[in-house]
């Protein structure tokens, strides 16, 4: 399949060139706190005792420091929604990168992941070079208190070591299968990031790595009073070293003074003030109108909540007290409020221990005054009126295993299909159903029936079909599935096509 370098820049192009920033910055930083402790003269005699290990472990906490104000960022959802829909980002480029934040979020993650296990190597080197290179000459600059010893028990050890196991929780939780089959440890172990900043805080606060203060009175390599004429021939021999460079006084080391607040304490801040936000918005509880159970364990909640405003492709983070005060999810709006109807509504699928639990809580009882906390509203569009964005075509296309999968949706699907015809459109909206078992759909969901399919669709003919009635065009694919069909998807938008067609692959997923 030949690639599409038109398709490929629109849907890979800002992605990659974000990627390519990133990873010039961590390799920049890398790299230059490496020459600094290699080089520096005010490193000069640490880095004699403990050799690469020194520039290794510097440069890789530069760079964890780094993307650890980084990995916040992408979390503020608030405030990229506010950015997304504000009128001053008007690139659509734009604001598909800020709709992949999660993606960067899970870079800077493995990136800190990745360098924690190069910090933590060469520290483990480093703490045997304290030991076996003990200096007799510069007491200051030792991590031992004796030739051959080990310490264990000092701060940045012992801090390191819980950074490590938090990190190392965060990390295994973080997996697909943890996330989809026990979503609550995925969200508990996150929310240790709390206890992992605040030892990172404390981390450098021991002073195991000093720094000479006085290089002019005492020059790295000068002649010492207290040396042996032997060790001064040497020296002279070896670096040409006359009276002047005799030292005027003995080196002096003092601890490094901490910087990784100055990385991360914007950051934090930022996602502070941002939870808060999102806690004060929290506070108005949402009345719960219908609830309403549908084939295959899917619930329809229809809420009420005043002053709500939402448009079509939103969606919206609940949480629910009465389930888990601290758990919060994501499902996207199938009903957005209106000037005529102030209700708005969600389709959950009953999967997991929060769905269950929450549904449980919904149907022996349905109460209207259950309190329901909608945590975020994530705003897709930008508030422009969609002018020059305006949709000339619509196609839906909806694979699903049995027929009844269909029904919870297909009142829906019929309502908007009468009011296309009745408005003469009905051309606007093309619908594509298929299902891997045969069947016939109830008799008052008999618009559907002439459009649904046995089998999986053909992407690529389904694709090319479209690209043929919309040459030269922008065509927008958006995608909520399994992994497969998404590769599918993702593999056939950035393919080249005779028709000039562009088609821009866009992918929704909370797991």
């Known amino acids: 399949m030949v690639v599409s370098v038109r398709s490929w820049v629109a849907n890979e192009g800002g992605k990659h060139l974000v990627l390519m920033l990133w990873l010039a910055a961590n390799t920049w930083l890398f790299l230059k706190t490496f020459l600094l402790y290699s080089t520096g003269q005010q490193y000069h005699y640490l880095y004699k005792m403990l050799g690469p290990g020194l520039c290794i472990s510097r440069a890789s906490a530069s760079v964890l420091n780094l993307n650890c104000s980084l990995v916040l960022l992408p979390m503020c959802r608030s405030l990229l929604t506010f950015v997304r829909g504000s009128h001053t980002v008007s690139s ?14 899970v870079a800077c993650g493995v990136a800190i992941c990745i360098f924690s296990v190069v910090h933590v190597s060469a520290h483990l080197v480093n703490v045997i070079n304290f030991s076996v290179s003990y200096s007799d000459d510069f007491p200051a600059l030792n991590l031992a208190r004796y030739r051959g010893e080990v310490r264990h028990t000092h701060i940045p050890g012992v801090t390191g070591v819980l950074l490590v196991l938090i990190l190392f929780l965060m990390f295994t939780s973080s997996s697909y299968c943890v996330r989809v089959s026990n979503y609550e440890i995925f969200w508990y172990t996150h929310n240790l990031f709390i206890v992992f900043y605040i030892i990172l805080m404390v981390h450098m ?69 941002e939870r808060f936000y999102r806690y004060i918005r929290s506070c108005d509880p949402v009345t719960i109108v219908t609830v309403i159970r549908h084939p295959c364990d899917v619930i329809e909640l229809r809420m009420l909540k005043k002053n709500f405003k939402a448009r079509p492709g939103q969606y919206i983070v609940l949480n629910c007290p009465g389930v888990s005060s601290f758990e919060n999810h994501p499902f996207t709006l199938t009903t957005c409020p209106t000037e005529n109807k102030e209700t708005f509504g969600i389709h959950l699928r009953v999967v997991g221990d929060w769905t269950e639990r929450f549904t449980q809580l919904l149907l022996p009882k349905p109460r209207i005054d259950l309190e ?17 964005f305006r949709l000339q075509r ?21 309502a908007v299909h009468h009011k296309l015809w009745q408005e003469n459109r009905p051309d ?10 045969t069947d016939n759909l109830q008799e008052k969901y008999r618009p559907l029936t002439s459009r649904l399919l046995v089998g999986r669709p053909r992407w690529k003919l389904l694709l090319d079909e479209i690209a043929k009635t919309n040459n030269n065009k922008r065509v927008g694919v958006f995608c909520c599935g399994p992994k497969g069909i998404s590769r599918t998807l993702h593999r056939l938008c950035n393919s080249a096509r005779s028709s000039g067609t562009t088609f821009e692959f866009n992918k929704e997923s909370f797991s």
């Open 92 to 105: 659509r480029k734009t604001r598909r990168l800020l709709d992949k934040s999660k993606t960067f979020h």
């Open 428 to 437: 606007y909206f093309n619908l594509k159903l298929f299902i891997s078992q």
């Open 394 to 414: 619509l196609y839906f296309v909806w694979v699903c295993r049995e027929l009844q999968s269909f029904y919870w949706f297909a009142e829906l699907l019929c």
């Open 205 to 273: 606060v021991g002073g195991a790595l000093k720094y000479q203060t006085n290089i002019e009175a005492h020059p790295p390599g000068c002649l010492r009073a207290n040396q042996s004429g032997a060790e001064q021939l040497g020296e002279e021999l070896e670096q040409g070293e006359d009276e002047e460079r005799r030292c005027r006084e003995e080196a002096h080391f003092q601890p490094h003074y901490p910087q990784t607040w100055l990385w991360v304490s914007g950051p934090l801040c930022l996602y502070c003030a």
């Open 372 to 388: 329901i906390l909608p945590m975020v509203q994530q705003r897709r569009y930008p508030n422009d009126g969609w002018k020059g």
